[in-house]
């Protein structure tokens, strides 16, 4: 009997501090209300991620010297440092790290997606899971995407990327049919970033 796929899902978090997170919604919020907002969110994406069967859960924080908040914020959560000067390097480093952990699979989400239905992101472990697939997909209604899953690593999904356009996601799906992999895209939903 084939033992269950080890998948790792990933948060991608940064600290809840004024100034840092949510810029864009400043105003109509003040640097602390964002930063306080952005904090429940976090907390929500932790609660959506706890609930997960079969998969090993992880905040990916930044910055690095920060752990012993995330610790709070997520007991007992895998807690690993973003390390890099941009969000490429970064993400390929969380999701060759975990890869090469021993997980079978690793999906990276954001934290933006506090309404995102954990059936969604049941769905996408469940899907990574299946050796027949490379890559999983969750778009967002603004041309990004909340998650992306990986069975390999895949650096050549994220270089030279144009992040915070809506181009990400048509650009993610480009790239990985003409490398041949095997893709599923998930329902989309949307992210506070406005």
């Known amino acids: 009997m084939a033992r269950p796929a080890r998948i790792a899902v990933a948060i991608m978090a940064k600290t809840p501090a004024a100034g840092r997170v949510k810029t864009r919604l400043c105003p109509p919020l003040s640097p ?3 930063a ?6 976090l907390l ?3 609660g959506q991620v706890r609930a997960l069967a079969e998969a090993t859960p992880v905040v990916a924080f930044t910055p690095e010297n920060d752990r012993e908040i995330f610790q709070a914020l997520a007991p007992g959560f895998t807690l690993l440092p973003q390390r890099g000067p941009d969000l490429t ?3 390929t480093g969380i999701l060759e ?6 997980h079978d699979g ?6 933006d997606t506090p309404t995102l239905p954990v059936a969604l992101l049941q769905e996408a472990v469940a899907r990574l899971s299946d050796p027949g697939i490379d890559v999983v997909l969750g778009p967002t209604e603004d041309g990004g995407y909340y998650l992306i899953g990986v069975r390999a690593p895949r650096p050549e999904l994220f270089v030279g990327m144009p992040w ?3 181009a990400v996601f048509s650009e993610t799906v480009s790239r990985a049919r003409r490398l041949g992999l095997r ?3 998930l329902p989309a939903w949307y992210d506070v970033d406005t």
Do not use: N, P, W
């Open 97 to 102: 790290h975990l890869l090469a952990a021993g």
């Open 183 to 185: 893709l599923v895209e």
């Open 164 to 166: 915070s356009t809506a």
């Open 89 to 91: 390097v970064r993400l």
């Open 44 to 46: 929500d994406k932790i």
């Open 106 to 111: 690793v999906l990276a989400t954001d934290s």
């Open 36 to 41: 306080d907002l952005y904090r429940c969110f």
């Open 32 to 34: 602390q209300a964002a």
